[in-house]
T-cell receptor, first 112, second 113 residues
Framework: GENVGLHLPTLSVQEGDNSIINCAYS??????FIWYKQESGKGPQFIID?????DKRQGQRVTVLLNKTVKHLSLQIAATQPGDSAVYFCAENFPGTYKYIFGTGTRLKVLA | EAQVTQNPRYLITVTGKKLTVTCSQN?????MSWYRQDPGLGLRQIYY???????DKGDVPEGYKVSRKEKRNFPLILESPSPNQTSLYFC????????????FGPGTRLTVT
C-alpha cells in the first residue's frame, strides 16, 4: 500500500477500548473542522465535522470535541475495532477562504 | 457511484518532461482541490477551484498549474517537473468550499527522476 507517513505519532489501543486522537489547530479564527481517516493505499475519507459554534458533536461511535480556548480538537472512537486502524487527520478551514490546513496525522493501531 | 477519479494512479517520469494528472468528479460539486502528501508533512493544498474558471493558490502552488474549464474536471499540470515534486497527489471535491466535507480520489503516486 501507499506509505502515508514514516514518522507519524502512533496510538496503540486494545480492541474494544476507547481511542482519543488529538489535534492542535493553527488559526484561532478557523470556523470549520473535519476529521478524516486514511487507510493504507486509499484517499482520506470523511469521518465527522464540527463548526466553531459547537463544542461537541457525536456520530456513530465517534465524537469530536472542540476547545477553542486552547485551539484543540479531539476525536474519540468508542469500542475501537480492527477496522479503525488507519491514519487520522484533522483539517481546519480559514473563515472567508476556501483553503484547508491539514494536521500531520496520527496512526491508530488496534491490537487484538 | 459517486466518486472522484484520478489518472494515472502511478507515474514515473524524468525532470523537465511536462505531465498532466487528470481529476474528474461525478457529483456536480462546485469545489475541487489538489493536495500533495509527503511523509511527516501531512496533506498540503496546492490549488483549489471554487467553480468553473475560478481557481486560487493553496499553500504550495509553486511548480504547478491548474485549469477548470468544466465543472467535473480539474487537471493538475506540471510544466517542468523536478525531483522535489515526487509525492503522492490527491484530488478532492465538495459541494462548496467552506462548509462541506471533501471527497478524495484514490491518489496518484508521482516519481520524478
Amino acid at each position: 500500500g501507499e506509505n502515508v507517513g514514516l514518522h507519524l505519532p502512533t496510538l496503540s489501543v486494545q480492541e474494544g477500548d476507547n481511542s482519543i486522537i488529538n489535534c492542535a489547530y493553527s488559526n484561532s479564527a478557523s470556523d470549520y473542522f473535519i476529521w478524516y481517516k486514511q487507510e493504507s493505499g486509499k484517499g482520506p475519507q470523511f469521518i465527522i465535522d464540527i463548526r466553531s459554534n459547537m463544542d461537541k458533536r457525536q456520530g456513530q461511535r465517534v465524537t469530536v470535541l472542540l476547545n477553542k480556548t486552547v485551539k484543540h480538537l479531539s476525536l474519540q472512537i468508542a469500542a475501537t475495532q480492527p477496522g479503525d486502524s488507519a491514519v487520522y487527520f484533522c483539517a481546519e478551514n480559514f473563515p472567508g477562504t476556501y483553503k484547508y490546513i491539514f494536521g500531520t496525522g496520527t496512526r491508530l493501531k488496534v491490537l487484538a | 457511484e459517486a466518486q472522484v477519479t484520478q489518472n494515472p494512479r502511478y507515474l514515473i517520469t524524468v525532470t523537465g518532461k511536462k505531465l498532466t494528472v487528470t481529476c474528474s468528479q461525478n457529483m456536480n460539486h462546485e469545489y475541487m482541490s489538489w493536495y500533495r502528501q509527503d511523509p511527516g508533512l501531512g496533506l498540503r493544498q496546492i490549488y483549489y477551484s471554487m467553480n468553473v474558471e475560478v481557481t486560487d493558490k493553496g499553500d504550495v502552488p509553486e511548480g504547478y498549474k491548474v485549469s477548470r474549464k468544466e465543472k467535473r474536471n480539474f487537471p493538475l499540470i506540471l510544466e517542468s517537473p523536478s525531483p522535489n515534486q515526487t509525492s503522492l497527489y490527491f484530488c478532492a471535491s465538495s459541494l462548496d468550499g467552506g462548509t462541506y466535507e471533501q471527497y478524495f480520489g484514490p491518489g496518484t503516486r508521482l516519481t520524478v527522476t
